[in-house]
Every structure is written in C-alpha cells, then in structure tokens.
C-alpha cells in the first residue's frame, strides 16, 4: 500500500493524470485501479476524472503482478565475447531481449540462461544479467553481466556516457546534413503506451498530460546518401527506450522499416533497418578497454 498527499501544485490536477506520473504507470492502467477501487481518495473510491483538492489522500492499493521466472531455452546464440564476467552478443533481429506478459519464451534471456548458469540478478528473475536493451527488431551488440559486481560497473558506465553505442540505419528521405546532433528529451506516448514521443517536459517540469520527459541526445553522422534514402551512423550520448528511432522519426526520416514511428507500408524493405554494429566499453572489473565490432546483418548489405 502506498500513500500520497497532495502538493499544492498538484490541486486541480485530475486523478489518473496525478497517480500515473506518481506510480509511473499508464493512464489507462490507473484509470482501471480507480475503476476497480485500487486507488483511494480519502478511504473512498473516486472518479476517474476527480480533480485533486487540498488535504486529499491519495491510497494506492496495487496487487502484484504475476511472478514469473524464465526457463533455460536451447536458442543458438552468436556469441561474441566471453569471460567469467560478461558476454558480449550479436543479437538477432526478431528476438525480443528479456520475457514479459504475453512472450514469456524465445527471448534473449531464455538463450543465456541455457548458455550460461550465472547471471546477475540486478533486475530481477525476469531480466538476469539485462544491463541495457535492444528492441526486438534491431539487431547487433548488447553487454551481459554474469554478476551483480559486472553488473554495476556496466551500468555505471551507460550512466556517466562513457560506453560506446554506435548504430547504423538506413533513414527515409534524404538528409542534407552531414553530421548534426538531436537532443530532443523523450517520454512515453499519452495514448499509445507502446510508443515514446518527443517531449518539452524535463524530469522536474510534467506536460499537460502528467508526463516527465528524460534527457535524449542522438549524435548523426550520414555516410550516403541515396534516392530516396540516408546511410548513417547513430551514437549514443544517452540510452532512451526507443531514442534512435523516435529522433529520426522526429526530424521526417524515420528508420527505413519501422512500422512503429515511419511508414508500415513501405515495400523497399520487410523489416527495420538499424544495427547496433559498434560497442565500446572499460571491462567492468579488469578495467581494460574494450572494442567490439560486428559485421552489418544480410538484409542491411542486401539494401546497400
């Protein structure tokens, strides 16, 4: 059970807005907690669309979800580095990273857990050794943690910026500049919780929707240009969910392939064209510097 108390700023802010950014979860999940009596207002069950009056008390009463822990899975792996603290993989494009409700099995973590017996425990039994994602249609590098030390000087890392992320992606349109940089903060979409957006927000300043927005700064740097598309590379100065792809999508030249944020019907190509190629990083308990390279996958060479 979690309590909240208003803030004066919060007064006249609707309820589900109010508990969503609170909670961190959809409007569409609150309002189904303040549906079925989860989420309180003064011991009493309120509208969705309450607005927030001084001295209210705000009772959230959220029922756990499910405990699910992920089976080993034989799933071939390309393998491209590893030691007694961390594996470095090629992911296939197509394969989600780690299970959730509705694809429990065939992912990343499924394979590893079959490959290797030891993983960190950081996030928990659903993402062993998960220190940052892929999407499932982008394929390339990702770093695993075999224990929770690796686990934590990996992700020390992604938080000062000093690991290395370079992607490349074949964009819609021709982009005129040469090299150019988006920073652009990113939240999640208000009615689509599948998708993120651009936003004005900032971590201490919500939009109309109770949203927050966090930092994302995209580095471009086009390599060719084509017809009707852009060869170019894409690094990583933070790590958003989704960052490549909502920037491009951004500025008008969306991943060539992205059915998500550019054009679903487009027949130059049957899935998304972006690929983590180039991974740096300082070996988290060695200290020693690390690079990693991999070859672009089949149907981006075949598109070149």
Same mark, same amino acid.
């Given at each position: 059970m979690l309590t909240l108390k208003a803030a004066e700023q919060d007064f006249? +802010?609707?309820l589900d807005i109010f508990a969503a950014a609170k909670l961190d979860l959809s409007r569409t999940n609150v309002q189904n907690h303040i549906t079925n009596g989860n989420i309180l207002v003064n011991k009493k069950k309120a509208a969705k669309r309450y607005t927030i009056k001084a001295n209210d008390i705000i009772t959230c009463i959220i029922p756990q979800p499910e405990v699910y822990n992920a089976a080993p899975e034989p799933?071939?792996?390309d393998i491209i580095y590893q030691d007694a603290d961390i594996i470095i993989i090629n992911k296939a494009q197509g394969m989600v990273v780690h299970p959730a409700p509705g694809n429990y099995s065939g992912t990343l973590v499924n394979a590893l857990l079959h490959h290797c017996k030891d993983l960190s425990g950081v996030n928990?039994?659903?993402?062993?050794?998960?220190?940052?994602?892929?999407?499932?249609?982008t394929s390339g590098?990702?770093?695993?943690a075999k224990h929770d030390k690796a686990h934590h000087g990996l992700a020390a890392q992604l938080a000062n910026h000093s690991m290395g992320r370079i992607y490349w992606a074949v964009a819609q349109g021709v982009i005129q500049q040469d090299t150019f940089t988006i920073n652009k903060n990113i939240t999640r979409h208000p009615t689509n919780r599948k998708k993120m957006t651009v936003t004005t927000a900032t971590m201490n300043k919500m939009d109309k929707t109770g949203k927050t927005g966090k930092t994302a700064i995209t580095h471009i740097t086009v390599l060719k240009r084509?017809?009707?598309? +852009?060869?170019? +590379?894409?690094?990583?100065?933070?790590?958003? +969910?989704?960052?490549?792809?909502?920037?491009?999508?951004h500025i008008g030249h969306p991943v060539l392939g992205d059915i998500i944020y550019g054009n679903a019907n487009n027949p130059a190509v049957s899935s998304q064209l972006l690929h983590a190629k180039i991974l740096e990083l300082e070996h988290p308990i060695t200290g020693e510097k690390m690079?990693?390279?991999?070859?672009?996958?089949?149907?981006?060479?075949?598109w070149i």
């Open positions: 006249g +802010t609707r799933i071939p792996l928990g039994v659903m993402r062993p050794g998960i220190v940052h994602r892929l999407d499932k249609e590098l990702i770093a695993i084509h017809k009707n598309a +852009t060869l170019l +590379t894409a690094k990583l100065q933070t790590g958003r +969910t989704h960052q490549i792809r909502v920037h491009l999508s690079y990693f390279e991999v070859p672009l996958p089949d149907i981006f060479e075949n």
